[in-house]
């Protein structure tokens, strides 16, 4: 009995500290999310986390504490506070928690490297691969896919309704196969997702049971035990596929004159003593990062432009009356539209590829974020879905108006699906390409329609870090002049 009592009064006065006088006491919160992790762990489970997390913004203000170390911004000046280089020298580095190191390749990345200056070691080796000329190249292989996918959809939509989701995914999945293992996955030409992405696909939701976890300390010892044997093997079978392709590209060498992103990690590779499995980490983390992402974007782009027949009426007269043939549409010339460019800009803020907030850690001594100050050791982010659905800074906010990147009368800045500063997403010009010229090209050639327009595809998926994307189905009609 004397136990039990200990063990009510130590919970009752350790929920009181967290509550009314832990440093994050004065932060507006849910008591529920302050008291324990096992709130932030449900809703990020639940896959309505973005919705959520939105719900609290609507409640108590820019700045939110769900968790009981952890805060959640929703204003523009904490971009630049937490992400940027800020003018008192201090810097927040990654969360370890979240980005730690992948349970089966355990290796450093350029996505989870924690320590800023390993970070930007990595980051010169790779920037030669994001080079003017290294884009120049890898155009023409985007040139290439966008024929191909074109045909692909003329083909296969003559039978009837396709998932441009899937159409989307084995693009861009292909793409950068060729640019981090040296070869294609061959999921577009075979109209058939290929295993090594099927892995990644299946088991979105596992990425958000996994960061969970590790929410709490001793869970982490047990993760082997609370991961389904599917995702274990599944995550087994694709670090050793990674690790197998990538040495076969070291092995048989470039298959082609492009500079490709394992150009120059290969080269570095002695003098900065890269394991196989940091080879097989790195080409991993690139081609998730940039074809997951491009093939989500292009996707929202046409759900949106379908369900808005107004503004997709605009973007295909903007397209047919300033060129002849899809062939003729290059980078460069799909970049001089200005609605094209609107339309793609309020996809990335309407519906974020990564609709979660980044998160960060504050250094020693603490720092002041968007006017607050922040103690150490606090997890920060700004919650990217929350700000770009702000009324402060977009008006009427769930509506797609592309229109409000034309007259700049919102406050842009609040959109930054790319980051901002020394972190900010390497492949930035090579995903505005990679957009540009498949949504410009298709948006050409095809007229497309929803299967079914009663169908809220943009409602219906989950959040889990990535979004978890239902089908997309379309009719596809070929456009004659």
């Known amino acids: 009995m004397y136990t039990v009592a200990v063990a009510i009064v130590t919970s009752t006065a350790y929920f009181v500290w967290l509550i009314w006088i832990h440093p994050l006491s004065h932060f507006p919160g849910p008591k529920r999310a302050i008291a324990s992790n096992l709130y932030w762990a449900k809703q990020f489970t639940s ?172 869970l982490h010892y047990f993760q082997s035990w609370l991961t389904p044997k599917a995702v274990r093997e599944g995550g087994a079978r694709h670090a050793l596929e990674s690790k197998k392709k990538i040495l076969r590209r070291e092995r048989e060498g470039p298959k082609s004159d492009r500079i490709d992103f394992v150009s120059y990690i290969l080269k570095k590779r002695d003098e900065l003593l890269i394991t196989d499995w940091q080879l097989a980490a790195h080409s991993n983390a690139l081609i998730i990062a940039g074809s997951e992402t491009s093939a989500t974007v292009l996707s929202g782009l046409f759900y949106y432009l379908c369900k808005h027949p107004d503004v997709y009426a605009k973007l295909k007269d903007e397209l047919r009356s300033h060129f002849s043939n899809a062939n003729d549409i290059t980078a460069k010339a799909a970049g001089e539209l200005p609605y094209l460019t609107a339309c793609i800009s309020e996809t990335f803020r309407i519906y974020p590829p990564i609709p979660i907030a980044m998160p960060r ?88 329609e929803l299967d079914d327009n009663n169908f809220d595809w943009a409602r219906e998926q989950l959040c889990y870090v990535l979004w978890d994307k239902p089908e997309l189905f379309v009719k596809a009609k070929v456009f004659s002049r």
């Open 47 to 218: 896959g309505h986390s973005h919705q959520s997390v939105r719900s609290l913004h609507d409640k108590y203000g820019d700045v939110v504490r769900w968790g009981p170390n952890e805060l959640s911004f929703a204003c523009v000046d904490a971009w630049k506070d937490i992400y940027d280089r800020r003018k008192d020298g201090k810097v927040l580095i990654k969360d370890p928690v979240f980005y730690r190191k992948d349970e089966t390749l355990r290796a450093e990345h350029i996505v989870n490297a924690e320590d800023p200056e390993r970070h930007a070691e990595i980051r010169k080796m790779m920037s030669y691969a994001f080079s003017a000329k290294a884009l120049l190249q890898q155009e023409d292989l985007i040139l290439q896919y966008a024929s191909e996918l074109r045909e692909a959809i003329r083909e296969k939509g003559a039978d009837g309704p396709i998932n441009l989701v899937n159409f989307f995914n084995w693009t861009t999945f292909d793409i950068l196969g060729e640019l981090a293992f040296g070869e294609p996955f061959g999921s577009l030409k075979n109209r058939k997702t290929d295993s090594w992405i099927a892995i990644i696909l299946d088991h979105m939701q596992s990425m958000a049971w996994d960061a969970a976890i590790w929410k709490f300390p001793l």
């Open 361 to 448: 850690v504050t250094p020693e001594g603490g720092c002041t974020i968007a006017g607050h100050f922040v103690p150490a050791g606090t997890v920060v982010g700004v919650h990217a879905w929350s700000i770009t659905h702000n009324p402060k800074y977009f008006r009427d906010p769930d509506s797609f108006r592309p229109e409000r990147w034309i007259e700049k009368i919102d406050n842009l800045e609040a959109s930054k699906p790319f980051l901002t500063g020394p972190r900010m997403c390497m492949g930035i010009n090579m995903a505005w390409i990679e957009v540009r010229i498949i949504a410009a090209q298709l948006v050409y050639m095809f007229d497309f």
